[in-house]
């Protein structure tokens, strides 16, 4: 069965435009034009990606985005913000709520079809049976898509774990912004270095429990970012 995207947009001749390059791309789609008909569907459809537009007539889409992330049946839903915001504290702000991926309006269909394919790719993944990446009490489980913390299990982003993946793999290699976008999430286009900072700064949040302990992710100033040896 093809998966179901959920395209959630108050533009309502933007959502069908969306929707028809969905389904010419091979998914069943389907829209919402408020808040509360997407947490509806949501329930009902359980969508496989959520295009989420900012500017909603009863919330806004970032309270929507930041509903998503705090309950466990929906942590895990990818996100890719679609607004008409351009502002860098706007993009940075919807990233650091666990968005995947943001597009802002005016945008070619095709380009959004594209960035549906890509986060899928990176939520889907095909890793070989019982992978395992360990680091200290961290635990990565790529078979199950899951990461464990002190036998706590944490809840990422489809791009947060392939990241933390990405650092877990390479333990004490200077990655700069660039190579983690492309070897960590296999695409990039132009201005995407400045947020993976916002993901960084969420992975921080999520597995650097004790502030008095040595930082797991390490900034390299005027490189990018390391994962700390153990």
């Known amino acids: 069965m093809a998966p179901t995207i959920l395209v959630v947009d108050d533009d309502r001749e933007i959502a069908r435009l969306v929707r028809a ?3 010419q791309a091979g998914f069943r789609a389907v829209c919402a034009y408020d808040g509360a008909t997407a947490l509806r569907l949501i329930g009902s459809e359980r969508p496989a990606l959520l295009v989420l537009d900012l500017m909603l ?3 806004d889409g970032l309270e929507l985005a930041r509903s998503l992330r705090a309950d466990p049946a929906t942590a895990g839903l990818p996100i890719i913000m679609l607004t008409a915001r351009v502002d860098d504290t706007d993009r940075i702000v919807g990233l ?3 968005a995947d991926d943001y597009v802002t309006k005016p945008f070619n269909p095709r380009e959004v079809v594209a960035r549906v394919r890509a986060v899928l790719r990176r939520s889907a993944g095909a890793p070989a049976p019982s992978q395992h990446l360990r680091h200290g009490d961290l635990l990565l489980d790529l078979d199950a898509h899951r990461v464990m913390v ?3 299990e944490v809840e990422l982003t489809p791009t947060e774990f392939d990241l933390l993946a990405l650092l877990l793999r390479n333990p004490g ?5 660039s190579e983690l976008i492309e070897q960590g999430l296999g695409y990039a286009y132009a201005g995407m270095e400045r947020t993976v900072d916002s993901h960084i700064k969420n ?4 597995l650097e429990r004790d502030p008095a302990a040595p930082p797991l992710i390490e900034t390299v100033y005027g490189v990018g970012y390391r994962l700390r040896q153990p």
């Open 21 to 23: 390059y969905l389904e």
């Open 57 to 59: 007539p009863d919330r």
């Open 96 to 98: 650091e709520l666990g």
């Open 150 to 152: 002190a036998g706590t």
């Open 173 to 177: 290699h200077a990655f700069t912004r």
């Open 203 to 206: 992975l921080r949040k999520k």
